[in-house]
């Protein structure tokens, strides 16, 4: 299976005047501890002996627990004032949206935005209620367009597909009886085909019936900051799926659906009807 690279916080140092300021802290606290004379020690001891003799009919158990607690309590507060700071990593989060654009066609935006944290805020951003057209473009310059030549296409069968990619490809339970799978495509970042760590960041799947209709399955990994978009007729209908994601989903020379699977978007098209397009899309499992 193709290894993922993932960035891990690893030699984690502490300022290099850390250990010379710790020090002289330490001086300090002992030099502030006060004195005492042989007798006022020999005094101390034994009032310490006469509390330790009373208690010694407490069991082996007690005494040991009682030392765990002190162990276990020093240990917390080590590592509460020794460790390395925690790093945190917010979920990027997943918006889809759907915009009207006249003249017969629609817009549709999907993303995998990722915010940066605001302590005085809500740490995880509603989908935005709107684009104006220059944002839009803005955002698709984060997009790479398969047929601009920065993928290739790598032929392979469902478990070398499942391998390959850097998301769990989905099952699919629901295909029309007219239709075998014809191909199964990979499309890897052009250039890393050969690499041991190489990945596939989206599933072409191509389905034939005997009298040459055709369906396409099209499994998308949205990377962090992506954001793509997809022309529509106006007529584009949002529906609800059985697992609660909404879809969106047109009819005419071909029926085609758009949603979202987590941080995979789907995309199918094909000589179907709307309920057989549905029925696809309620019959993929995660």
Not at 273 to 284: P, Q, R, S, V, Y
Request: hydrophobic share 35%.
């Amino acid at each position: 299976m193709a290894n993922i690279k993932n960035e891990k916080m690893e030699n984690q140092e502490y300022p290099a005047e850390f250990e010379s300021l710790f020090n002289d802290a330490f001086q300090k606290a002992i030099d502030t501890l006060p004195t005492y004379s042989e007798a006022e020690r020999r005094k101390s001891w034994e009032r310490i002996q006469k509390k330790l003799n009373r208690r010694r009919n407490f069991g082996k158990r007690r005494r040991h627990a009682k030392l765990f607690g002190i162990v276990a309590a020093s240990m917390i507060l080590g590592a509460v004032m020794f460790s390395p700071p925690l790093v945190t990593k917010a979920i990027s989060p997943i918006f889809q949206e759907l915009k009207n654009l006249g003249s017969g066609m629609s817009q549709i935006v999907f993303g995998n935005v990722q915010q940066q944290a605001d302590s005085s805020k809500a740490k995880t951003t509603p989908p935005p209620d709107g684009f104006t057209e220059e944002e839009l473009q803005e955002m698709s310059k984060s997009v790479h367009l398969v047929d601009s030549g920065t993928y290739s296409y790598v032929k392979m069968n469902m478990d070398e597909a499942r391998d390959t990619l850097a998301f769990s490809l989905p099952r699919i339970s629901y295909i029309p009886d007219r239709f075998t799978l014809h191909s199964l495509e990979v499309v890897i970042p052009a250039g890393t085909s050969d690499d041991p760590n190489s990945f596939g960041k989206s599933a072409h799947l191509l389905y034939i019936s005997q009298n040459n209709q055709s369906l396409r399955l099209i499994f998308d990994l949205l990377m962090t900051n992506e954001v793509l978009s997809t022309i529509s007729n106006e007529n584009t209908e949002e529906v609800e799926i059985n697992n609660g994601s909404i879809a969106y989903i047109s009819t005419g020379n071909v029926t085609e659906i758009n949603m979202m699977l987590g941080n995979v978007y789907f995309n199918a098209f094909g000589d179907v009807d709307k309920e057989e397009m549905l029925a696809i899309a309620n019959g993929l499992n995660q």
